[in-house]
């Protein structure tokens, strides 16, 4: 139990003190959606759907850019959700490192 616990609040610690990071990133994203979502007159909503599908790299192809300006943006998207994706594991793979250490 200690373990989780351990983990817990790393996890959370790392959370706390790269929350800037993060919410630019998702700043970025939902920005950059929702430019495209203007490009390819998509509802805002839809827009910003496409946005994080895209930067979670999940593509359900409920809708995708058709103009060259919003593929380059989804682009951008892609790669931004690829650094929040490694922000998050790296203080997850921190975190459990860290719980390992402190459980021997």
Request: overall charge neutral.
């Given at each position: 139990?200690?373990?989780?616990l ?32 203007a ?21 359900f ?38 719980a ?5």
């Amino acid at each position: 139990m200690k373990f989780v616990l351990d983990f817990i609040e790393i996890y959370a610690r790392g959370i706390f003190f790269l929350w800037p990071i993060f919410a630019v990133l998702v700043g970025i994203i939902v920005v950059l959606g929702l430019r495209i979502g203007a490009l390819e007159h998509w509802e805002p909503p839809d827009a910003v759907l496409f946005a994080f599908i895209t930067a979670t790299t999940i593509n359900f192809g409920l809708v995708h850019p058709t103009t060259r300006r919003s593929k380059w943006l989804a682009l951008v998207i892609a790669l931004t959700g690829v650094l929040l994706t490694g922000l998050i594991v790296s203080i997850g793979l921190e975190a459990v490192a860290h719980a390992f250490r402190e459980s021997r």
